[in-house]
């Protein structure tokens, strides 16, 4: 696993105060997944089950008082997911499985990373805790927001907030956040406003502080509002301490930097300089490297394409996904407006994508139309 996203919201903190972190990884569909080892009590060749889908449902299924074998989970569901069969069902009992396992990042990582979640959600419902029902019902969000169904998507994330039986202040803050970004998108400030402003008042770290400036800032790209977006870039640029992080606000400060620059009809060379200079004191993880690369000009789209393919974290539709995200850009700031929308485009005909990157393309399209 924008999403993650996401973070997300971020992806990465949601889960950071329900169970003990696992390490960070990069948003996809089987984030974490290589990371996670089958103990012996518990091993299985899920390439070898005929059916791993209908496996892994009848393992959750079958299960008492919510009590999964986690490791045999997450083995038939990767298999599931990875022969691209009910891809919505096993995306679902990856992230329960990696939960049940003590990854509770790589979990969510994994859960948020389809938006078609109404029909396999119900399978995190139904095992029952606190856990499963914020998951199915922000993944749920999820599939509303990307349709464009405001008032459901910000419905469920309420739910979410109303499932946990004690409170978090992390969880709270953060589906706070989300909803911000949610109303921001649908065009509603003032609900936006008073959204961030309840997620800081629960959320009172300066991690909380930065992650809810993503969020913010994500919105304001969404909606072209380019100087609010690049303040609220730098921010996350130096409060953050995740290094994906950074790197993201590195890249798309980049775009809502130059847009300033080119909206006051002057060259985008600063703008170009600050990006340069942020990835040197922040380089990019892997997933996030040809993108770099791409924006800085040193390869071109084709090339960042077939290099975020190969990714290893990800199922290939969503780096493609991701992908184009950035080939939009690259292209929009050439001055390429039909070909930046060709490419969102693309990147919208796929479900397996975080939520920030494809609601960023939605919003990016819709504004370069208008």
């Not at 949601?14 to 569909?29: D, E, F, N």
């Not at 409060?239 to 620059?261: E, M, N, P, W």
């Not at 490297?289 to 084709?302: C, D, I, K, Y």
Request: proline share 4%; glycine share 10%.
């Amino acid at each position: 696993m924008w999403m993650k996203p996401l973070v997300p919201l971020s992806a990465l903190l949601l889960l950071a105060a329900c169970q003990a972190a696992g390490p960070k990884a990069p948003p996809g569909p089987l984030a974490g997944v290589s990371t996670v080892g089958v103990i012996d009590s518990e091993e299985l060749d899920a390439s070898q089950v005929a059916a791993p889908c209908d496996a892994a449902e009848n393992l959750v299924a079958t299960a008492r008082d919510g009590q999964i074998r986690g490791h045999r989970l997450v083995a038939l569901a990767e298999a599931c997911v990875r022969r691209g069969s009910k891809r919505d069902l096993g995306q679902a009992f990856l992230g329960y499985g990696l939960q049940q396992i003590g990854k509770p990042r790589e979990g969510l990582q994994a859960l948020k990373n389809l938006l078609g979640f109404p029909d396999s959600a119900r399978v995190l419902v139904q095992p029952g805790g606190d856990l499963a029902r914020v998951l199915g019902h922000e993944a749920r969000s999820y599939f509303y927001a990307a349709s464009a169904r405001w008032p459901e998507a910000t419905a469920d994330l309420d739910r979410a907030i109303e499932a946990q039986t004690n409170a978090d202040a992390v969880v709270t803050g953060a589906l706070l956040a989300r909803r911000g970004f949610y109303e921001t998108l649908e065009g509603d400030g003032l609900a936006a406003q008073a959204s961030f402003d309840a997620a800081a008042a629960r959320w009172q770290t300066a991690e909380g502080a930065s992650e809810i400036a993503f969020e913010k800032a994500l919105g304001d790209l969404g909606r072209a509002r380019w100087d609010a977006a690049a303040s609220g870039f730098d921010q996350v640029f130096r409060s953050s301490g995740s290094s994906y992080r950074r790197a993201q606000a590195a890249l798309l400060g980049y775009l809502a930097d130059a847009q300033v620059a080119l909206l006051a009809d002057q060259p985008i060379g600063a703008a170009r300089n600050r990006l340069d200079t942020r990835l040197r004191q922040s380089a990019p993880a892997a997933s996030l490297a040809p993108f770099a690369e791409l924006l800085q000009g040193r390869v071109g789209p084709e090339a960042a394409l077939g290099v975020a393919e190969q990714n290893a974290l990800q199922n290939v539709e969503a780096s493609r996904a991701q992908a184009y995200l950035y080939i939009g850009i690259y292209h929009l700031l050439r001055g390429e407006r039909d070909l930046a929308g060709a490419a969102w485009s693309r990147g919208l005909s796929t479900r397996v994508t975080t939520l920030p990157d494809y609601l960023l393309m939605q919003g990016l399209r819709r504004a370069q139309s208008l």
